[in-house]
């Protein structure tokens, strides 16, 4: 495991020092071990909606777009979102 000094602000490690007093974690190192984790996960996320952000835009740029004019096909555009995220998680779980 690598080894990382800073110097972090009075105000953070106050707050980290109440989260340790209060027993919400074990010690400085553990938070900000979850600190970073969660971090990089929110960095993932991130990463994942600006990608598919970006698919949207290429397809609206290349005509590939979906009308939705009444509730009907609010109702059948949910529905084939639906069936395909099923078939996704089914081949990811299968």
Do not use: C, K, W
């Not at 009075?10 to 209060?22: L, S, T």
């Amino acid at each position: 495991m690598g080894v990382v000094h800073v110097q972090l602000p009075d105000h953070i490690r106050e707050a980290i020092d109440r989260q340790v007093a209060a027993g919400r974690v074990a010690s400085e190192a553990d938070f900000l071990i979850e600190a970073a984790r969660r971090y990089a996960e929110d960095l993932a996320i991130e990463d994942e909606i600006v990608a598919e952000a970006n698919a949207g835009i290429a397809d609206a740029e290349a005509g590939r777009s979906v009308t939705i004019a009444t509730p009907e096909d609010a109702d059948a555009y949910h529905q084939r979102t639906i069936e395909r995220l099923r078939e996704r998680l089914s081949a990811e779980h299968g």
